[in-house]
């Protein structure tokens, strides 16, 4: 079974600054995908940034951008330039290839972003 | 129309009733979702539709009961549950039965046992 280990339940950044959420999981699988997913308040959770476990390449989206470390099993997420809409629960996510509809959840990560 | 929309928003209901929450999704997709948010707990999956057929039912307990009369619709039947019953319940939809891993969410429905 796959477990996703998010350790940070709260952070703060100031407006425009950089921050980093962490995320790591477990899991003995080869191929998979890793997702950050974004939930504001009272409003729908979004897929943020996805990652395929088979490119080195990091995925970034706009200010979006992860930190993909595969030997370590970690996956952590950068906000560059932080804004006031930023401010959400952020959970990491993992998937098994061919593991359609399985997706695997972390605690999630409530930011608040500082004006 | 939003893409996944659940009603109610907000339920409070004693442990002996009955009641019902409403799923529909706007985006054409073929799975639909049910997941139970309770705090500073992971997401749980609860059950899933691929084309109307339950595909996944994660040892929920029967006090749950999921119906999926079509593509665009999701009910989840509520029926003497218990107060550590109360939590967000999400609802999400996706294309390609879910391979690509994105899911389309509600805002959810906040339920809550007394």
């Known amino acids: 079974a796959q477990t996703v280990t998010q350790s940070q339940p709260e952070m703060s950044v100031q407006e425009a600054e950089t921050v980093t959420l962490s995320c790591t999981y477990d899991?003995?699988?080869?191929?998979?995908?890793l997702f950050w997913y974004k939930q504001p308040p009272s409003r729908q959770m979004i897929l943020v940034i996805r990652?395929?476990?088979?490119?080195?390449q990091n995925a970034t989206e706009n200010r979006f951008s992860v930190n993909f470390q595969k030997a370590a099993k970690s996956f952590s997420l950068k906000i560059s330039d932080s804004q006031l809409g930023d401010t959400a629960m952020y959970f990491c996510?993992?998937?098994?290839?061919?593991?359609?509809?399985?997706?695997?959840f972390g605690s999630g990560t409530q930011l608040t972003v500082l004006p | 129309e939003t893409g996944v929309t659940q009603t109610p928003r907000h339920l409070v209901m004693g442990m002996t009733n009955k009641k019902s929450l409403k799923c529909e999704q706007h985006?054409?997709?073929?799975?639909m979702y049910w997941y139970k948010q309770s705090a500073k707990k992971p997401l749980e999956l609860m059950f899933v539709y691929n084309f109307k057929e339950q595909t996944e039912n994660n040892s929920v307990p029967s006090r749950f009961s999921p119906e999926c009369p079509n593509s665009s619709h999701l009910f989840l039947h509520l029926h003497t549950l218990q107060p550590e019953d109360s939590a967000l319940y999400l609802c999400?939809?996706?294309?390609?039965?879910?391979?690509?891993?994105?899911?389309?969410f509600g805002e959810g429905s906040r339920l809550t046992v007394l």
């Open positions: 999400a939809s996706s294309q390609d039965g879910g391979a690509s891993g994105e899911l389309f």
């Open positions: 985006l054409g997709h073929n799975a």
């Open positions: 996510a993992f998937m098994r290839v061919g593991s359609a509809r399985q997706l695997t």
């Open positions: 899991t003995s699988e080869n191929n998979y995908y």
């Open positions: 990652q395929e476990a088979y490119k080195q």
